[in-house]
Nanobody, 124 residues
């Protein structure tokens, strides 16, 4: 089981980035995907999540209206489109997988598998 996150980079405030999370090795599609981020000196926090098969989504209040999440089942990939980025969005972003559920978990301990982080830096 492997998760591969990519797409981070340096962007100016107000800019956009699209992060990708490619999942491999899962025995089936019965898992949810969550995106988390961790800034220096801060705890890892939930950003957004999606059910793999049902299409349900959930966002942290701090990113609602600016981020969208989507999936491409044929490519086993979940995307996190980030618009109107702010300096406070700067962090290492991780994708993670949890067991399938109607409710999208927001705690790190609910996720069994983690990808490596991809750095997002918002700065002028």
């Amino acid at each position: 089981v492997q998760l591969q996150a990519s797409g981070g980079g340096l962007v100016q405030p107000g800019g956009s980035l699209r992060l990708s999370c490619v999942a491999s090795g899962f025995p089936s599609d019965d898992y949810n995907i969550g995106w988390f981020r961790q800034a220096p000196g801060k705890e890892r926090e939930f950003v957004a999540g999606m059910t793999w098969s049902g299409g349900g989504t959930h966002f942290a209040d701090s990113v609602k209206g600016r981020l969208t999440i989507s999936r491409d089942n044929a490519k086993n990939t979940v995307y996190l489109q980030m618009n109107s980025l702010k300096p406070e969005d700067t962090a290492l972003y991780y994708c993670a997988a949890a067991g399938a559920s109607v409710e999208i978990a927001t705690q790190t301990y609910d996720y069994n598998y983690w990808g490596q982080g991809t750095q997002v830096t918002v700065s002028s």
